[in-house]
């Protein structure tokens, strides 16, 4: 592993507070033979308390690019943009949203509330959880040895582990230092400086090149803090698609006494903006 000097920091958040998360998104989506990238923004507030409502404001903005075929080719074929994911406003202690939410509340509308009290979730590395993230070590020995165990495999391995985590917005800035020490131990990953950011922002980056994808995962100087990720998927030779690639952004603001934020488009991009905290996770 490499003796990384990254420094780390958190904004103190009082139990009555929330983090805010913003995610900008152009996911890469298929339907048969057709490749889509399809907007989408999700607005997350995380309480202080996880026993108390999570709130998650999620739309569908209806903006595609198709990679290979076209809209109306999906269409005459039943695609159909709703079928991608639920939208509206949900509610979750927990932010058990999935399992809070049955099936016939999953409607055209943009509103969507939920009410019934859930048991809090376990949490893994592909849905990571506060009460998840509190088992694993911040030894970055013990931390590799364990992203190692838990994720053998090739599409999800432990760089991807890493970064799902990371993703979330709400790593620890102690959990976070061991991340980022114990990944520099995993093959084919590298440590640079001076990546920029979908927003031009000037990042640390460890670098994993893994097959078809490279994938950049970015932090910020200043604080530690998980600043972005980028994926690249190289095209098929003869193939005739065109490379995918998707970024990440993170970034925190100063207290506020709302819960409320904005983001801009960008091309295939991923983003995740935090301010901490906010007093109210306000309808």
Request: glycine share 8%; net charge negative.
């Amino acid at each position: 592993m490499l003796d990384l000097a990254i420094a780390v920091s958190d904004r103190p958040v009082a139990p009555h507070q929330y983090t805010y998360v913003e995610t900008h998104a152009w996911w890469l989506g298929s339907f048969g033979p057709h490749q889509h990238l399809t907007e989408q923004r999700l607005r997350l507030w995380v309480p202080a308390q996880p026993e108390r409502d999570w709130l998650l404001d999620r739309e569908l903005t209806g903006a595609q690019r198709w990679l290979t075929g076209s809209a109306d080719e999906a269409r005459s074929d039943g695609f159909d943009l709703r079928d991608i994911a639920p939208i509206g406003r949900f509610r979750a202690p927990h932010g058990n949203f999935d399992a809070a939410l049955p099936d016939e509340l999953f409607d055209e509308s943009l509103e969507a509330v939920c009410a019934a009290p859930q048991p809090p979730r376990r949490g893994s590395w592909q849905s990571p959880t506060v009460d998840f993230l509190t088992t694993l070590p911040r030894d970055p020995a013990a931390l590799l040895a364990r992203l190692v165990e838990d994720n053998p495999g090739s599409w999800f391995g432990p760089f991807t582990a890493a970064v799902t985590a990371l993703r979330t917005g709400i790593v620890p800035a102690e959990l976070r230092a061991a991340f980022y020490r114990a990944v520099t131990g995993l093959p084919g990953v590298t440590f640079t400086e001076g990546a920029v950011n979908i927003d031009g922002l000037e990042c640390l980056a460890l670098v994993q090149d893994a097959g078809r994808t490279r994938t950049e995962l970015m932090i910020d100087p200043d604080d530690g803090q998980f600043a972005g990720e980028r994926d690249t998927r190289a095209s098929t030779p003869g193939a005739g698609s065109p490379p995918a690639r998707s970024s990440a952004r993170r970034r925190c603001a100063p207290p506020s006494s709302t819960a409320s934020g904005n983001s801009r488009r960008r091309d295939a991009d991923y983003q995740v903006r935090s301010a901490v905290p906010a007093r109210h996770a306000e309808d």
